[in-house]
């Protein structure tokens, strides 16, 4: 399994599969395994680097959000403590989410060695933006509403490391499963933490982290611009090529169809 960065306080797993990130915090009592994901042999490489790490008393498993392929590995780890959102325990598409796992594992014959289920929350973020505490460490958590409605962030204050799901990613634009609205006052919330000056590591659940915040700041600009473009197109003030846009990105194939969903939610949420 590609590691796409190590250190002594992170560690960021690529999977194969839609360059899905695995994110390991390392604290000096505690570790927290973010969105474990994908083929059996990727986590079972997880699960071994996680065996030779010095025994810690705790251990947490974060959920960004309840997306299929950020919960898949739920199950694979066991004794953890699990964390997410409010809305992530109340998400009522369960069965369809877990029907996503299943869908594409039937398409690759993949086997798994455990129940795939949706993850029981043992620590629930409430309030939509809160500090916690773990081992021995404070940490921010905040809500992210707009790609899905069940999405937080994870910013380890001290060290700056900013966790954003499916935010600010180098390889897509905003995929809008959930509000246009609610996207862009995600991405003021993330702006404002990132010109705040705080964040020495952005990682998101697709591509590539950064440590340059001129370039944290140009994902933001351009997740604005998109938004923009599209809302623009919709209210007839200006059509969008997407054709053209989209070639900057690395897999424009698969890209269209999220588009074509995007385009479909503002008409419902934008009015002419
Ligand atoms: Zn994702």
């Not at 014959?109 to 629930?124: G, M, Q």
């Not at 959930?178 to 404002?192: D, G, K, M, P, V």
């Amino acid at each position: 399994m590609r590691i796409q960065f190590e250190s002594k306080d992170i560690v960021i797993f690529e999977s194969a599969l839609f360059r899905t990130t695995t994110t390991l915090l390392l604290g000096d009592e505690h570790i927290i395994l973010v969105d474990p994901n994908w083929f059996p042999v990727e986590l079972a490489f997880i699960k071994d680097y996680i065996s030779k790490l010095r025994a810690t008393a705790e251990k947490y498993l974060f959920f960004t959000h309840s997306d299929y392929d950020h919960i898949i590995g739920y199950n694979f780890f066991t004794g953890f403590k699990t964390i997410a959102s409010r809305n992530f325990v109340n998400q009522k598409a369960e069965a369809a989410i877990l029907d996503k796992i299943s869908t594409i594992d039937d398409d690759n014959y993949t086997l798994r060695e455990y129940k795939v289920s949706f993850p029981e929350i043992d620590i629930v973020i409430e309030e939509r933006h809160t500090q916690i505490q773990l081992g021995n460490k404070n940490y921010e958590v905040g809500y992210l509403l707009g790609h899905n409605d069940d999405s937080i962030y994870l910013l380890d204050t001290e060290k700056g490391t900013l966790i954003a799901g499916d935010y600010l990613s180098n390889i897509e634009f905003p995929y809008l499963y959930h509000s246009f609205h609610a996207y862009i006052q995600s991405l003021n919330t993330l702006s404002e933490i990132i010109t705040s000056g705080q964040v020495s590591m952005l990682i998101p659940g697709h591509g590539d982290f950064t440590s340059d915040t001129q370039e944290m700041k140009q994902r933001v600009h351009d997740s604005r611009d998109y938004l923009a473009q599209i809302r623009q197109d919709h209210l007839g003030e200006k059509p969008f090529n997407f054709e053209a846009y989209v070639k900057r990105y690395s897999f424009p194939k698969v890209m269209s169809k999220f588009h074509e969903a995007n385009m479909i939610l503002v008409k419902k949420e934008v009015n002419k």
